[in-house]
């Protein structure tokens, strides 16, 4: 399948196309329905290649609905994405499918592992149920998806604010002062928009302020998510029991590392008593910082937390995130980041000349060791009705000798062409390029493989490590020097302030690790008891009370706008996990980050393999032993 991209696409062209791929993927499915096929020409490559059709327009809906200028294309993007889940669906019920794969004699491992990945799959949508049953799944399936749309635009729509004299913005830098002027009656308006809320919750010195913003953003969405979560909650305990499973979260859990909901529970406690003399250690500095304002305290309050952290940042380790900013221009990271991914992956990057759906999108060529293996595209900065956050988005996936990967990098970083002077970055947000590039490159490598079905890796709880694991380069002297160029002199960023940034970035390790224990279980808990008495505030409570580094504000309600509830419910362990096994890859890397046999090595065998594999043997594969924790606990010591 082809398309031409250069040519800039209309509502009509989008659908048109995705109904093509579709009724095409829709004749292969048929085609093994009718057939007596049983062996890979007549099963294995019609199904690869109708799962290729329908993930291609999967993710192209699934990106131009973010990134699309065009309201009406992104409107048309939502309407394929909605026929594509229908057909996805309908291929994992498919019987007569399930069982032409169980039908055939795999030739090897890959189609071993292919049909093994497939007939899970489906077992786990429901084909082994009768008819009733995968009625049943399905009207399940769509109301969970309408509750999650629902969840997700009641936070989205609930913005709130608090009304402050201006005297109580004092410690804000003052471009955010210049930003919020006082209003009528002269108050101060801040709301709970990150560009507000974020900065406002670090650097603001006034205490009550902080803690009523903090408890509005805490109190989004509420009271009516909570009804919607808790609705949620139990759909989905019903879905999981029509499959078969004690809990929802033992059928999430069921194919992750973890393995399951008693090993995600064991992985987190094992967390914390490896994070417990680190999380006591810097409790006593942030409680030592907070009692020079108020004698006598006792605990840190959540509110309290991020300040707390730039103030030991700020007055004990002398780190000014300000400081690092004139050597990290937009410009110089882009190539930088481009030519130490070609240097270590054996990558070559070369401009393509398309402008695929905005005149600020780069893209390029991409060779893997001087074979043309794909396209990147990158869409670094903000614009009017575009996605918020960063993330890496596919475009087109990849199959060796049918499609060549497309892969997408969407952030907002400063735009050089529009910002005054050298649009300069955040340490923080050159780690998040890093991060997101760290996808882009796993992208790449693994859509080179056979069967495009095995590109993903199964385990949902790996899926981070990658991206984790490259973000170390950025906080290496060696690594930064290179590029880190102040734009003003010249001159290299200096060793010390590397090492500044370290140890900035090491404080509250602990602490934010428990952090996330706790959110952890909450997670899991909610979704591995029968809800028929759910009460979602208290689950929320007990686990902090038992788990949190930090005092829960009593008053705060924020599962209502957790927003990872819909998609990541039970999982939100997957970060703490791929950290871990992140953790452990480097461990390869004895002679320094810039180790390009270990580099190439680390490409060849976890990256390039993708669903090849389960991906702790992959792991195993690359560090000639299998994975243990001894790297994370260096980690937290
Ligand atoms: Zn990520």
């Known amino acids: 399948m082809t398309t031409d991209i250069a040519r800039p696409i209309t509502p009509a062209d989008l659908t048109e196309r995705s109904r093509r791929a579709l009724a095409e993927a829709e004749e292969l499915i048929a085609r093994i329905e009718r057939g007596g096929g049983s062996d890979r020409a007549g099963v294995l490559e019609p199904y690869d290649q109708a799962w290729l059709l329908a993930a291609t327009v999967s993710v192209e809906a699934g990106l131009m609905k973010e990134v699309h200028p065009d309201t009406a294309v992104r409107f048309a993007a939502e309407d394929v994405s909605r026929e594509v889940t229908r057909f996805s669906t309908r291929m994992q019920h498919s019987r007569a499918l399930y069982d032409a794969l169980g039908g055939v004699a795999p030739a090897g491992d890959g189609e071993r592992r292919l049909v093994q990945v497939v007939r899970d799959e489906m077992r786990r949508a429901g084909v082994e149920l009768d008819e009733a049953g995968r009625t049943r799944v399905l009207a399940l399936r769509q109301e969970l998806t309408d509750l999650g749309l629902t969840f997700q635009r009641n936070h989205r729509d609930d913005v709130r604010a608090v009304d402050l004299r201006p005297e109580q913005l004092a410690g804000m830098p003052d471009d955010y002062v210049r930003d919020h002027p006082g209003g009528a009656g002269g108050t101060v ?276 490590a990658p991206s984790q694991f490259l973000e170390q380069w950025i906080f290496d002297h060696a690594v930064l020097r290179r590029f880190a160029k102040h734009v003003g002199t010249g001159e290299p960023i200096p060793e010390r302030m590397v090492a500044k940034l370290r140890e900035a970035r090491d404080f509250g390790r602990g602490v934010q690790t428990q952090r996330a224990v706790f959110m952890s279980m909450v997670s899991l808990e909610l979704h591995d008891h029968d809800p028929k008495e759910l009460d979602v505030m208290q689950v929320w409570h007990e686990m902090a009370a038992e788990w949190s580094p930090v005092e829960m504000d009593p008053e705060g309600r924020f599962p209502a706008s957790w927003t990872h509830m819909p998609g990541y419910a039970a999982a939100y362990f997957t970060y703490t996990l791929s950290r871990a096994v992140a953790e452990d890859l480097s461990t390869a890397f004895t002679s320094g980050l810039m180790d390009l046999t270990q580099a190439r090595r680390y490409r060849d065998l976890v990256l390039g393999q993708g669903g090849t594999k389960p991906a702790l043997r992959l792991v195993e594969e690359f560090l000639r032993r299998p994975h243990d924790l001894a790297a994370y606990k260096r980690w937290l010591a």
């Not at 009516?224 to 759909?235: D, F, K, P, Q």
Request: overall charge neutral.
């Open 189 to 464: 308006r801040i709301t709970t928009d990150y560009p507000d809320y974020i900065p406002f919750m670090a650097y603001a010195d006034d205490e009550p302020a902080r803690h009523d913003l903090h408890r509005a953003f805490q109190n989004r969405a509420v009271p009516a998510n909570l009804e919607v979560l808790t609705t949620m909650i139990r759909r989905k305990h019903e879905l999981a029991d029509l499959l078969g499973y004690r809990s929802w979260a033992e059928y999430q859990t069921e194919d992750t590392i973890a393995g399951s909901a008693g090993g995600v529970r064991s992985f987190l406690r094992e967390v914390a008593g490896i994070a417990r003399d680190r999380v006591r250690r810097e409790s006593e500095r942030l409680l030592a910082k907070k009692r020079e304002r108020s004698p006598g305290a006792d605990r840190v309050g959540d509110w309290e937390l991020s300040y707390l952290q730039e103030r030991v940042k700020a007055e004990e380790i002398g780190f000014d995130a300000r400081d690092a900013r004139p050597y990290l221009e937009y410009r110089a990271v882009r190539q930088a980041i481009l030519d130490l991914n070609g240097e270590l992956f054996g990558l070559e990057f070369s401009r393509s000349r398309e402008t695929p759906w905005h005149p600020s999108v780069e893209t390029f060529e991409v060779a893997v060791d001087g074979e043309p293996s794909g396209r990147i595209s990158l869409d670094m900065h903000p614009r009017a009705g575009k996605y918020k956050h960063a993330a890496n988005f596919g475009y087109r996936p990849g199959a060796a000798g049918r499609q060549q990967t497309h892969s997408v990098l969407v952030c907002n970083f400063p735009d050089p062409h529009t910002v005054q002077g050298p649009a300069l970055m955040d340490h923080r947000e050159v780690v998040t390029y890093f991060h997101e590039f760290g996808h882009l490159v796993h992208a790449l490598m693994r859509g080179r493989l056979r069967w495009a079905r095995l590109a993903r890796p199964v385990e949902f709880d790996f899926i981070e």
